[in-house]
Nanobody
Framework: EVQLVESGGGSVQAGGSLRLSCTASEFIPGDPDMGWYRQAPGNECELVSDIDTKRGEYYADSVKGRFTISRDSAKNTVTLEMNNLLPEDSAVYYC?????????????????????WGQGTLVTVLS
């Protein structure tokens, strides 16, 4: 069974940077898209960014210009560079692979959003 393992979360002052990395334990058949969801307490699960070898990259409006996603398919790795972090970026960030259609109101970790999920890594941005 494929497992996604995240690293790189933590606490940072507003305006700072963090890098999140995620590695799949094995090659995922079909080399599907990979990305990141996040969820803060009381908030909905939000698609932050994803990357597909054919479609390219997607970013939520709230992170455009600040976050950059990249992928190394040979290493089964996806990385999210987060710059100029804001307190509202604080959330649990989940690495995902093989995304389904995004719909609001569906909780994180649901297979309706993605077929593979990491365990989540906490990002806290201090004001």
């Amino acid at each position: 069974e494929v497992q996604l393992v995240e690293s790189g979360g933590g606490s940072v002052q507003a305006g700072g940077s963090l890098r999140l990395s995620c590695t799949a334990s094995e090659f995922i058949p079909g080399d599907p898209d990979m990305g990141w969801y996040r969820q803060a307490p009381g908030n909905e699960c939000e698609l932050v960014s994803d990357i597909d070898t054919k479609r390219g990259e997607y970013y939520a409006d709230s992170v455009k210009g600040r976050f950059t996603i990249s992928r190394d398919s040979a290493k089964n790795t996806v990385t999210l560079e987060m710059n100029n972090l804001l307190p509202e970026d604080s959330a649990v960030y989940y690495c995902v692979a093989d995304l389904e259609g995004y719909s609001e109101g569906i909780p994180c970790l649901s297979p309706l959003l993605a077929n593979y999920w990491g365990q989540g890594t906490l990002v806290t941005v201090l004001s």
